[in-house]
Nanobody, 129 residues
Framework: EVQLVESGGGLVQAGGSLRLSCVAS??????????IAWFRQAPGKEREGISC????????YYADSMKGRFTISSDRAKGTVYLQMSSLKPEDTAVYYC????????????????????WGQGAQVTVSS
């Protein structure tokens, strides 16, 4: 069974940094091509894609609006994907989720929430001004 567990959320002042972790189980990073992506959802807003990494070759994707302040990476030995966030702003306040599914198939969009079947429980990130 595929499972994802996020951690690392919390309260941070504007301009600060946080690193989120997503521990994946139920599949191997060395097996089929899986995409592990980060999304966020603020109150009253739609879930938006931040970044994605493909487990087999570590190809990364970023939403244009997220480039520069967010960095995705993985530790294959630990089965963990990280999201390093810097220069945080109050508008970054949201629940952050990691998600995974196969990174292939017709119409695959690495930053489309509708593609992903498996989701973590979410981690709250609050940025104070």
């Amino acid at each position: 069974e595929v499972q994802l567990v996020e951690s690392g959320g919390g309260l941070v002042q504007a301009g600060g940094s946080l690193r989120l972790s997503c521990v994946a189980s139920g599949f191997s990073f060395d097996g089929d091509d899986y995409a592990i992506a980060w999304f966020r959802q603020a109150p009253g807003k739609e879930r938006e894609g931040i970044s994605c990494i493909v487990t087999s070759d570590e190809t990364t994707y970023y939403a244009d609006s997220m480039k520069g302040r967010f960095t995705i990476s993985s530790d294959r030995a630990k089965g963990t994907v990280y999201l390093q966030m810097s220069s945080l702003k109050p508008e970054d306040t949201a629940v952050y989720y990691c998600a995974t599914d196969f990174a292939s198939g017709s119409g695959w969009n690495p930053l489309s929430a509708g593609w992903y079947e498996y989701w973590g429980q979410g981690a709250q990130v609050t940025v104070s001004s």
